[in-house]
């Protein structure tokens, strides 16, 4: 059993920037953030892999986005910069326990645990 607790969530302005973390209660493999906006699914974000500290993002964040990791506090961040009102969402990270193709960490199923969700908000 993994807990995972984000925080760092808020309301900002379009162009700004926020932190979230995510500390989890043990390490396994890899961790992901994703988001869901309402009306919408849930969609992948950027995933790490706890030991090489591999990083995948989605295209829509790429350049914008910082997925990174701190292993002494098994925590993750995702540092969010040039934030657009189509950021806005509940971001949740996810753990998943053992390897997995890194094809496939941009999949939900591929993770076992999940956060509560922070809540993003970004007015235009």
């Known amino acids: 059993q993994v807990l995972l607790v984000e925080s760092g969530g808020g309301l900002v302005q379009a162009g700004d920037s926020l932190r979230l973390s995510c500390a989890a209660s043990?390490?396994?493999?890899?961790m992901g953030w994703f988001r869901q906006a309402p009306g919408k699914d849930r969609e992948f974000v950027a995933a790490?892999?706890?030991?090489?500290?591999?990083?995948y993002y989605t295209i829509s964040v790429k350049g914008r986005f910082t997925i990174s990791k701190d292993n002494a506090k098994n925590t993750v961040y995702l540092q969010m910069n040039s934030l657009k009102p189509e950021d806005t969402a509940v971001y949740y990270c996810a753990a998943n326990a053992g390897w997995k193709p890194a094809a496939t960490l941009s999949l939900g199923r591929s993770y076992g645990y999940w956060g509560q969700g922070t809540q993003v908000t970004v007015s235009s």
């Open positions: 790490i892999t706890w030991s090489a500290g591999n990083t």
């Open positions: 043990g390490r396994g493999y890899a």
